[in-house]
């Protein structure tokens, strides 16, 4: 039952930064793990970043270092932090939530995230 809906989105060129905001509502993120996900145009959707219910974050190789996901429960909203942005990050960015079960761990599968945001797109040029 829980919303999401990322904002932040804009144009930036190579070696720049950029904060991505993902507000939820109708329920708590704690319950969740919540993920940052990329589309490139013509491409399939790619899960980059996951944060979990623990706190426990996971990365994919092309981000990592360069990009860091964290929560506030709190306020209920999930960021993405983006550092030396390259032209290859050009993409549709999307937040996306999954309910966890007994071990409070993110699903391996991008079909096991089920709440969706619109997505914020990101374009990154000289």
């Known amino acids: 039952a829980v919303k999401v809906r990322e904002s932040g989105g804009g144009s930036v060129q190579p070696g720049g930064a950029l904060i991505l905001s993902c507000e939820a509502s109708?329920?708590?993120?704690?319950?969740?793990?919540l993920g940052w996900f990329r589309q490139v145009s013509g491409k399939e959707r790619e899960g980059f970043a996951s944060?979990?219910?623990?706190?426990?974050?996971d990365y994919d190789a092309s981000v990592n270092g360069r990009f860091t996901i964290s929560k506030g429960d709190a306020d209920n909203i999930l960021y993405l932090q983006m550092n030396s942005l390259k032209p290859e990050d050009t993409a549709m960015y999307y937040c996306?939530?999954?309910?966890?079960?007994?071990?409070?761990?993110?699903?391996?599968?991008?079909?096991?995230?089920?709440?969706w945001g619109q997505g914020t797109q990101v374009t990154v040029s000289s």
């Open positions: 944060i979990d219910s623990k706190g426990t974050t």
């Open positions: 109708g329920d708590t993120i704690s319950n969740y793990c």
């Open positions: 996306a939530a999954a309910a966890t079960g007994p071990t409070m761990e993110c699903p391996p599968n991008e079909h096991d995230f089920d709440y």
